[in-house]
């Protein structure tokens, strides 16, 4: 079965600093990857998604994520944060069909 | 506004009442899915049609859930004898199955639920 585990629940970072956000997932095959934005009763946006082909994909708002399938993560990065992006980030994996969440990071940004 | 839409946003209900929830996705999308999530948590599947057909349930969906989509546009999702374990956001999603946007849902903002 699919499933995503994102590791740290809260991150706090200063505004201007750069971010980091873990994504581990498991999958039989290939995955589709997907990191996924919420903020305060909101629905989700879609960040950015990695699919196939170069392992690094850029999203938008100025985010990238890096596919690594030896070490299963597809993690976040964002070079300067600014604070409008604290918010709740997920992480999820899938086929097709129906992606598989992980339980999210929340991101504090600290002026 | 062409995106997804959910209606109510919010619902307050006692405990043993029905409710239900529409959601309107992208009209050229064929692909609708109702996810639950719940405070501090990620979003959990409950179910997924395409088109008019129910294709997949998730355990999550108990028999006082119901979910139709009758005419491959709008869906609803009803909760009978609501229980306050079922106090969450409910989203919806919708997506295309081909094409550049394959896997990516399209979210509306949730319906909250409050049971009391």
């Known amino acids: 079965a699919q499933s995503v585990t994102q590791p740290d629940i809260h991150i706090t970072v200063s505004e201007g600093a750069s971010l980091e956000l873990r994504c581990n997932y498991s999958?039989?095959?290939?995955?589709?990857l997907f990191w996924y934005v919420q903020s305060p009763g909101q629905g989700l946006q879609l960040l950015l998604k990695y699919f196939s082909g170069d392992t690094l994909v850029q999203g938008i708002k100025g985010f990238e994520a890096e596919f690594k399938r030896s070490q299963s993560s597809f993690n976040l990065r964002k070079p300067s944060v600014h604070w409008s992006d604290a918010a709740e980030y997920f992480c999820a994996v899938g086929g097709s069909y129906i992606p598989t969440f992980g339980r999210g990071t929340s991101l504090i940004v600290h002026p | 506004d062409t995106g997804v839409s959910q209606d109510p946003r919010h619902k307050i209900t006692k405990r043993g009442q029905n409710v239900t929830f529409r959601c309107d996705p992208i009209s050229e999308h064929n692909r609708l899915y109702w996810y639950r999530q719940t405070l501090g948590q990620g979003p959990e599947f409950l179910t997924y049609f395409q088109n008019e057909a129910q294709l997949e349930k998730s355990r999550l969906l108990s028999d006082r859930f119901s979910a139709e989509r009758p005419k491959g546009s709008f869906s609803t999702l009803e909760i009978q004898r609501t229980e306050q374990g079922d106090s969450a956001m409910y989203l919806c999603?919708?997506?295309?199955?081909?094409?550049?946007?394959?896997?990516?849902?399209?979210f509306g903002e949730g319906s909250r639920l409050t049971v009391l």
């Open positions: 999603a919708s997506s295309l199955p081909t094409g550049p946007n394959t896997g990516e849902l399209f």
């Open positions: 999958y039989g095959a290939t995955p589709y």
